[in-house]
């Protein structure tokens, strides 16, 4: 079974810093997409960043980058000039498809403040 | 504003009672995907339809139905309510079947009494 883990149910940084926020996963699969969503306390799950596991060349989206090491299944979310609005769940997630179907299994999330 | 549109927001019920909720997938997006968000469970896949046709059911209850319409809403039905069932209800869409990418609504609130 798929299981996607967030060792770190709680995170803080200061604004500006940068933070790392760590995954891990589990599977068979050869090809594969892992996301990072982002739950704010208006509680609306938005993407921050996807990484298709054929690609080598870690993903990046403005302040936010991943670390994907396959061989390892580890998937990791930094933050770069963490901003107030930073402040989040975030949780990552693998892309499990199965029959003709596709659902994301999720983590339990990582709580992230960031403190002015 | 991810373009999916979920009512109603919040609810308030009783046990045993019986609820609808809503959705309405992004404009052309022909999967429909409920979750599930408590506390304890995190986030937990339901139901996946795609073009009115089910295509996969993940831990969803005997007391939970849900459905898809020819105009491609979704309708997921909670009956003989329990106090367990206080949780946040997340539809999402996507353009196909097998896309990589949900696009999440901003979750209707349910809580029991």
Known sequence: ?116 | DSGVTQTPKHLITATGQRVTLRCSPRSGDLSVYWYQQSLDQGLQFLIHYYNGEERAKGNILERFSAQQFPDLHSELNLSSLELGDSALYFCASSPGAITGELFFGEGSRLTVL
């Open chain 1, 1 to 116: 079974a798929q299981t996607v883990t967030q060792s770190q149910p709680e995170m803080s940084v200061q604004e500006a810093e940068t933070v790392t926020l760590s995954c891990t996963y589990d599977t068979s699969e050869s090809n594969y997409y892992l996301f990072w969503y982002k739950q704010p306390p208006s509680r609306q799950m938005i993407l921050v960043i996807r990484q298709e596991a054929y690609k080598q060349q870690n993903a990046t989206e403005n302040r936010f980058s991943v670390n994907f090491q396959k061989a390892a299944k580890s998937f990791s979310l930094k933050i770069s000039d963490s901003q107030l609005g930073d402040t989040a769940m975030y949780f990552c997630a693998f892309r499990r498809t199965q029959g003709g179907s596709e659902k994301l299994v999720f983590g339990k999330g990582t709580k992230l403040t960031v403190n002015p």
